[in-house]
């Protein structure tokens, strides 16, 4: 939460609370012996965010400046204003906390550039079993119904488009009740096939996310959408590796899908090398998805992978630039281009004197730039032909002066 100077009001409102450990992982594993555990517990505080000393003062981390209580009253990113570091780590009590960051991620989104933003929509109870090592984790993650109403309303405020994954039908409704625009669905559900039923009987824009996917697959899924009479159908390339190796980033899957399925094909990308979504536009994505985050130094798994706003900034920009230099595909003189032709091509010129009626020889001529005269192409064809007027040398010879 520190990535932005903005935060500085946030910070105050809910009041983060300072505490200092050697080993990250381990003391936020340990036990309920470290007092902000026991803060935690006793909902005293409303967030945490847990740093380090850093006398050297490096410019590669966020600081944070605390009160005499270690109660946060300023921060900055990468500015040194204290020797109070910021390892990424940070504790919030309320949920709603998380709605205020994302909050700040549309608004931040926005200003990249970025048409959509994208949530995912989930009960933990609804994805995953209770029993599972993730269930916790996802439980922690939820947003409720409430909390997505005021997240769809700041994209709008933003003039950014609001989208989220459903990985339920309740999650479908919800999202229905919203109106989004279109329904994503994730990699991990294309052969979800009851889902993709529901969400494609709501009659709305479909993008499907095809990473672990085979060409079978996919066509299932296609074929479920299209018996609701829903034809309006996007497919993502992705590999759901994080990040994946070059090697298994296969793009050329991309022109496969494009010559398999007659609609938009795009690319959801998992990696951190932004060069790999321009060149998926370049051989014909239309979509492009990509990880955002305020601050990569932020925890959870996502972090590294994604975009901060600079660099999301930066790739659309690129991206842009990508989309207009691929043109319209026919090969034509282009406008910028007009001025040059007459100082970069030639034609035919006298290479001596050529005195009136006399006939052209093949060593009485030269081919010259500029192109002020007959061109090149037209070489043998004046070959043989009868002067009307004398031609001095290195003169044009234009169609006019011979016969």
Excluded at 45 to 74: C, G, L, M, R, W
């Amino acid at each position: 939460m520190l990535a932005s100077l903005e935060i500085r009001n946030y910070l105050l409102i809910i009041k983060l609370k300072i505490d200092y450990f050697d080993d990250i992982i381990c003391s936020y594993k340990a036990s309920k012996d470290y007092k902000f555990l026991s803060e935690i517990y006793d909902n005293k505080i409303d967030a945490y965010v847990f740093v380090f000393p850093d006398k050297q003062k490096s410019p590669h981390f966020s600081y944070v400046k605390t009160d005499e209580e270690n109660y946060v009253i300023e921060a900055a990113e990468k500015i040194p204003i204290s020797e109070t570091a910021a390892c990424g780590i940070h504790y919030y009590k309320r949920g709603s906390d998380f709605v205020q960051y994302a909050k700040k991620m549309i608004k931040k989104a926005s200003e990249s550039g970025a048409d959509a933003i994208k949530f995912q929509t989930f009960t933990a109870s609804d994805l995953t079993s209770v029993k599972s090592k993730y269930y916790k984790l996802f439980k922690k993650l939820e947003i409720d119904e409430e909390g997505f109403g005021e997240i769809s309303d700041v994209a709008k405020e933003n003039e950014i488009i609001f989208l989220s994954t459903p990985f339920s039908e309740n999650a479908v409704d919800v999202l229905n009740k919203l109106k989004v625009p279109a329904f994503k669905i994730a990699s991990g559900d294309l052969t979800h096939i009851p889902l993709i039923e529901y969400a494609s009987s709501k009659n709305k824009p479909m993008i499907i996310s095809t990473g672990m996917g085979t060409i079978k697959e996919i066509k299932d899924a296609i074929k479920v959408i299209k018996s609701q009479k829903n034809n309006k159908i996007s497919i993502l390339h992705s590999v759901s590796a994080y990040p994946p190796p070059y090697s298994d980033t296969n793009l050329r899957a991309i022109l496969t899908l494009k010559n398999t399925f007659d609609v938009p094909i795009g690319y959801s990308d998992n990696g951190n090398d932004l060069l790999i979504p321009l060149i998926a536009v370049s051989i014909g994505a239309k979509i492009i998805e990509k990880h955002f985050t305020i601050s990569k130094r932020m925890n959870g798994p996502d972090h590294m992978l994604s975009a901060n706003p600079t660099e999301f900034k930066n790739m659309i920009k690129k991206i842009r630039i990508v989309e207009e230099s691929l043109g319209n595909g026919e090969k034509q003189c282009q406008s910028s281009e007009f001025e040059n032709i007459i100082h970069a091509r030639r034609s035919i010129t006298a290479n001596i004197k050529i005195a009136k009626n006399m006939k052209i020889k093949s060593n009485m001529i030269n081919i010259k730039r500029p192109a002020k005269g007959i061109e090149p192409k037209f070489m043998n064809s004046v070959v043989g032909k009868i002067t009307k007027k004398s031609i001095d040398k290195d003169k044009f010879i234009e169609w006019k002066d011979i016969r």
